[in-house]
């Protein structure tokens, strides 16, 4: 389809993309499982790319630089979330970089499945230039979605850190939280990770259907990020926080089917939370620090044409970790 975007307003910088990568809600959204896409819908919120033209205002950026958008393309900036740098929590709704209300064309937007994207230069993001830029892209989603509960919860040397899920989310957590200077720990039932996970920077594993294990674990861990992106049981890793520990949901979207058992919480302060994202002061020091620390995901390059089938083995866990569109092959 040919995409309608807007002219480059003065703020504007119009992007050629480069590399895109593949998440989980693109996928969610392709499919409609959350009943709100609106079709035709154009995914793809992990852009990179080069920047082509720049608005008569546009101070942060200029024609050649590199640049990345990431989940949002604007807010309110004006309500007491947006005053604070947290434009991911919006009070009055953000908008997304696809299926959200263009506020300058009568449409949705539409997202990083494309040739180009027009974007405020207030949420463009630079990218440090020493990383590889086609690895930068899952960034944009899944190194904020992780960063930034480690950054609130003021991760460092001394801090104990489990990850439970080794998968898109769970590997950059890793990486991420190693940064930091954590001691980092996988929970898995898969004990062939163990291997992988270490060479990303965990300390150990714990496999959580070992009772010995999940037990030998408890009272231990400062924080948990839980990146498991279906429902589970969350109570046994509960036990594992020490006192005023902290379990955060970034990985699944939903009601839980399991009671949540409040005694442990009680008597230990331990707490449950969740976290989405970043806001874009937050994405850039990820970014940042990523280009540091030279911390990446690990990545597959697809063809934007085998799109359908990277959906389908996203669905069964077949990638290591995050696919990433090669947007050139959208021109072939």
Same mark, same amino acid.
């Given at each position: 389809?040919?995409?309608?975007?807007?002219?480059?307003?003065?703020?504007?910088?119009?992007?050629?993309?480069?590399?895109?990568? &593949?998440?989980?809600?693109?996928?969610?959204?392709?499919?409609?499982?959350?009943?709100?896409?609106?079709?035709?819908?154009?995914?793809?919120? =992990?852009?990179?790319?080069?920047?082509?033209? &720049?608005?008569?205002? &546009?101070?942060?950026?200029?024609? !050649?630089?590199?640049?990345? #958008?990431?989940? *949002?393309?604007?807010?309110?900036?004006?309500?007491?979330?947006?005053?604070?740098?947290?434009?991911?929590?919006?009070?009055?709704?953000?908008?997304?970089?696809?299926?959200?209300?263009?506020?300058?064309?009568?449409?949705?937007?539409?997202? !990083?499945?494309?040739?180009? #994207?027009?974007?405020?230069?207030?949420?463009?993001?630079?990218?440090? =230039?020493?990383?590889?830029?086609? +690895?930068?892209?899952?960034?944009?989603?899944?190194?904020?979605?992780?960063?930034?509960? *480690?950054?609130?919860?003021?991760?460092?040397?001394?801090?104990?850190?489990?990850?439970?899920?080794?998968?898109?989310?769970?590997?950059? +957590?890793?990486?991420?939280?190693? !940064?930091?200077? +954590?001691?980092?720990?996988?929970?898995?039932?898969?004990?062939?990770?163990?291997? =992988?996970?270490?060479?990303?920077?965990?300390?150990?594993?714990?496999?959580?259907?070992?009772?010995?294990?999940?037990?030998?674990?408890?009272?231990?861990?400062?924080?948990?990020?839980?990146?498991?992106?279906?429902?589970?049981?969350?109570?046994?890793?509960?036990?594992?926080?020490?006192?005023?520990?902290?379990?955060?949901?970034?990985?699944?979207?939903?009601?839980?089917?399991?009671?949540?058992?409040?005694?442990?919480?009680?008597?230990?302060?331990?707490?449950?939370? !969740?976290?989405?994202?970043?806001?874009?002061?937050?994405?850039?020091?990820? *970014?940042?620090?990523?280009?540091?620390?030279?911390?990446?995901?690990?990545?597959?390059?697809?063809?934007?044409?085998?799109?359908?089938?990277?959906?389908?083995?996203?669905?069964?866990?077949? #990638?290591?970790?995050?696919?990433?569109?090669?947007?050139?092959?959208?021109?072939?």
């Amino acid at each position: 389809m040919n995409i309608a975007r807007r002219e480059v307003q003065p703020r504007d910088v119009e992007i050629d993309i480069l590399y895109c990568g &593949v998440c989980h809600s693109d996928l969610h959204t392709a499919r409609n499982d959350w009943s709100g896409t609106k079709y035709p819908a154009v995914p793809g919120h =992990e852009i990179v790319g080069r920047i082509t033209k &720049v608005g008569s205002e &546009v101070t942060k950026f200029k024609v !050649g630089d590199l640049a990345g #958008v990431g989940c *949002l393309v604007d807010s309110c900036r004006t309500c007491d979330s947006c005053q604070k740098d947290l434009e991911q929590y919006c009070l009055n709704g953000n908008t997304g970089t696809y299926n959200s209300k263009d506020k300058y064309l009568e449409q949705q937007t539409y997202g !990083g499945y494309s040739e180009k #994207v027009v974007v405020d230069q207030d949420f463009v993001l630079r990218i440090p =230039e020493n990383l590889d830029l086609k +690895a930068v892209a899952p960034l944009l989603c899944a190194g904020i979605t992780t960063y930034s509960p *480690l950054r609130h919860w003021n991760v460092g040397p001394d801090s104990k850190v489990a990850v439970v899920g080794l998968g898109g989310l769970g590997h950059m +957590a890793i990486k991420i939280a190693k !940064g930091m200077g +954590a001691h980092v720990s996988l929970f898995s039932r898969t004990p062939s990770k163990e291997q =992988e996970a270490k060479a990303m920077g965990a300390d150990e594993m714990i496999i959580s259907t070992d009772e010995n294990q999940m037990k030998n674990a408890k009272g231990k861990f400062d924080l948990i990020i839980d990146t498991v992106p279906y429902d589970h049981d969350i109570n046994p890793y509960i036990l594992t926080l020490g006192v005023s520990g902290t379990l955060v949901l970034v990985g699944y979207l939903g009601e839980m089917e399991d009671m949540l058992k409040t005694v442990p919480m009680i008597l230990g302060r331990r707490s449950v939370a !969740g976290s989405v994202i970043g806001g874009i002061k937050e994405t850039q020091e990820m *970014l940042d620090f990523c280009g540091e620390k030279n911390i990446l995901p690990e990545i597959e390059m697809i063809n934007m044409q085998d799109i359908n089938n990277a959906y389908e083995r996203m669905l069964r866990s077949d #990638v290591r970790y995050r696919f990433v569109i090669d947007m050139q092959s959208l021109k072939g």
